[in-house]
């Protein structure tokens, strides 16, 4: 793991859109088609906005979410919603989406068929990651029920995530997707977080999930 610090969240933004465009393009050179995996949340919309405008073959590219929360689409609280607002906008409107949740269905009900849609993208070429105060990232939070399990080397690509802190039920990609993308970057911001992410490399995956993809990961924070 590396730390990648910047002067503000504002150079941070730029200065990541512009890594992980040159690495998309690089992927673009040898596959058909390219894995991108982004958070929602509070964090990655600033880079969003500007990499929407990257000059890049965007129709090779397939973005999922790390997780999503179960609410509708058009909910404040929809990581779709953010990516489609902020990223699949511009250039990037030409990527192709791979939602994580169906409204309207239970996760259980459709994750054989989104697993389906997934499995093909793996290794996923360029993964970002967000993280929370509590050190969760993706939906794989501190204790959950199933926590160990969607850690597990062998997990299916993904797990139903019911945290008791959060309000909804959540579908996210588990630990060998995340673990095992090509390219790893996470984006953190403030004291707070920080000092989390250096609580978590003293504690076990199931206190600290963080922990169990830090392995070759590029951590870029700014205050
Ligand atoms: O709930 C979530 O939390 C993490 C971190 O979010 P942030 O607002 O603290 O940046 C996020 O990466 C994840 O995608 C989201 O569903």
Request: aromatic share 4%; hydrophobic share 45%; charged share 25%.
């Amino acid at each position: 793991m590396k730390i990648q610090e910047y002067a503000d969240r504002d150079m941070l933004a730029i200065d990541v859109a512009n890594v992980l465009a040159g690495e998309l393009e690089a992927a673009l050179l040898h596959n058909d088609v390219v894995a991108f995996a982004v958070p929602g949340g509070t964090t990655p919309g600033p880079i969003f906005d500007s990499l929407c405008a990257a000059d890049l073959e965007w129709e090779r590219v397939r973005v999922l979410p790390t997780d999503e929360r179960c609410v509708p689409a058009d909910s404040d609280r929809s990581n779709e919603r953010l990516i489609r607002d902020r990223l699949l906008t511009n250039r990037a409107a030409a990527a192709d989406y791979v939602p994580l949740y169906i409204p309207g269905k239970t996760p259980e009900e459709v994750l054989p068929q989104i697993e389906a849609l997934i499995e093909p993208l793996r290794p996923l070429a360029v993964l970002v990651l967000g993280m929370g105060d509590d050190m969760h990232t993706a939906s794989l939070f501190p204790g959950m029920e199933g926590l160990a399990q969607a850690l597990a080397s062998n997990a299916p690509a993904l797990a139903v995530a019911r945290p008791q802190t959060q309000p909804e039920t959540r579908i996210t990609l588990t630990g060998p997707v995340l673990d095992g993308a090509l390219s790893k970057h996470l984006v953190i911001y403030g004291e707070k977080k920080r000092a989390a992410l250096e609580r978590a490399m003293s504690l076990p995956p199931e206190e600290a999930p963080i922990a169990a993809v830090l392995d070759g990961m590029t951590v870029h924070w700014a205050d």
